[in-house]
């Protein structure tokens, strides 16, 4: 641990870095509850509201489509106005949209909620981010990250019982006022307790501490949108090839956020019952993977291991790991396709680290655009997979060539992490 000395006495740091830790974390635990209740709300919603299959295919759809064009001006307004200010409005926002579709009665109301929705989360992650790079030293970084990240799974994989029993308990509607309300009070809570570091309760050990480590204390609280600027980092072979990989990452994860109980159900043959016992082990895995990479990788950074290595080996290792999803074609055993299918996402929680990567490259005054232009990215895999994966299904009856696709996939971004991406250094634009 670190000490500063004052007037010859040792101060110890202080550690609120990991009070604006644990609120970033919290955020992103709801919003992705935010994001997957329609899934589970979806048998008893289609009935009342009279939908189809194929019409809630686009309703599913609805959000990742406006989600992922709001990436960008989402981290403009990021950048312009601050964290502090920005995830508030966020949380709030997505909350009442939230809230909302408790009472649509309609498929337009209902369409529109979810686009508006996508909307107001697309400030998250770049905001995420930006606190990891304000808050963080470098070599704590990834483990910030992997315990934020690791929100997506976990929230996936221990809630869902909570919510069949109050849709079971309350009906479908229940749902999205439970998660609105519980929206709107992390929005109170957020700007209650967060603060930039020269604003918080942060001692100056801990300030010392956070500079020494490659922080970025002072960026300007408030900074105008450069298009020039976001033009040439578009043409930087660092962003493209943290997006081209981060596009491969998240397939893997799409695949299991939507086909993966589709999978279990009609390929493997299994009963609703055993898809809801098997389905938690690999959000398990998942959670462990993204943990895992990133005490890894600031490890091998206190280590003396170069950024190249540190940062983008987990990374490389995950991608390459997850394109072993394409085993489960090849085995019989249940058992042993959810051990296959476990690993893949254990693995995709590795190459999840890809926002460390974004903290560590964006150049100064940009994390917010830097990372509205990688989830864009990430995000596209959202549109992309589910409707490869669904055309190849319908095509040929199987999964086998789903699989194969995913895998593939996986592949590439582990290429163009090797080859596309470069050193790992801060892009300075002229």
Not at 178 to 190: E, P, S, V
Not at 206 to 219: H, K, N, P, R
Not at 372 to 383: D, K, S, T
Request: hydrophobic share 55%; aromatic share 14%; proline share 3%.
């Amino acid at each position: 641990m670190q000490r500063a000395m004052t007037a010859g006495v040792r101060v110890v740091p202080t550690r609120q870095r990991y009070v604006m830790l644990a609120l970033i974390a919290s955020g992103t635990l709801i919003n992705y509850l935010d994001r997957t209740i329609l899934g589970v709300a979806a048998p008893a919603l289609t009935k009342e509201l009279g939908i189809n299959a194929a019409l809630m295919g686009v309703i599913f759809s609805a959000f990742s489509w406006s989600y992922a064009l709001s990436q960008v001006p989402g981290g403009a307004f990021l950048d312009r106005f601050g964290t502090r200010l920005t995830y508030c409005l966020s949380v709030g926002f997505w909350s009442f949209f939230t809230l909302l579709q408790a009472f649509v009665t309609g498929i337009g109301a209902l369409i529109g909620l979810r686009l508006a929705l996508g909307v107001a989360e697309s400030p998250c992650f770049p905001a995420n981010s930006r606190v990891v790079a304000t808050w963080f030293p470098r070599q704590e970084r990834a483990f910030a990250t992997g315990v934020y990240t690791v929100g997506e799974y976990i929230g996936l994989a221990f809630l869902s019982p909570l919510l069949f029993a109050m849709l079971a308990a309350f009906g479908w509607r229940s749902l999205f006022v439970g998660a609105g309300i519980l929206g709107f009070a992390f929005a109170w809570i957020w700007w209650r307790g967060y603060r930039d570091p020269r604003e918080s309760r942060a001692n100056a050990a801990e300030l010392e501490t956070i500079v020494a480590g490659g922080g970025l204390l002072d960026q300007p609280a408030v900074q105008r949108f450069d298009w020039r600027a976001a033009g040439r980092l578009l043409r930087t072979r660092q962003m493209w090839g943290i997006c081209l990989g981060q596009f491969a990452g998240n397939s893997t994860l799409v695949f299991f956020l939507t086909w993966f109980p589709t999978y279990l159900a009609t390929e493997r043959h299994m009963d609703w019952l055993k898809i809801g016992f098997f389905a938690i082990a690999p959000f398990i895995a998942a959670s462990a993977g993204v943990l895992f990479g990133g005490w890894w990788s600031d490890r091998m950074l206190r280590r003396g291991l170069s950024p190249n290595v540190a940062r983008k080996l987990p990374i490389i290792l995950g991608l390459l790991l997850a394109s072993t999803i394409v085993g489960a074609n090849f085995v019989e055993s249940n058992a042993l396709v959810i051990a296959i299918l476990s690993l893949a996402f254990f693995a995709q929680g590795m190459a999840a680290l890809g926002w460390t990567l974004v903290s560590d490259i964006a150049p100064e005054g940009m994390l917010g655009v830097t990372g509205g232009v990688f989830n864009l990215a990430a995000n596209m895999a959202g549109i992309v997979t589910p409707l490869v994966v669904g055309g190849i299904v319908a095509a040929t009856g199987s999964f086998f060539y789903a699989l194969a696709f995913i895998g593939v996939i996986a592949l590439l971004g582990a290429l163009s992490y090797i080859f596309v991406l470069g050193d790992v250094k801060r892009i300075v634009l002229d």
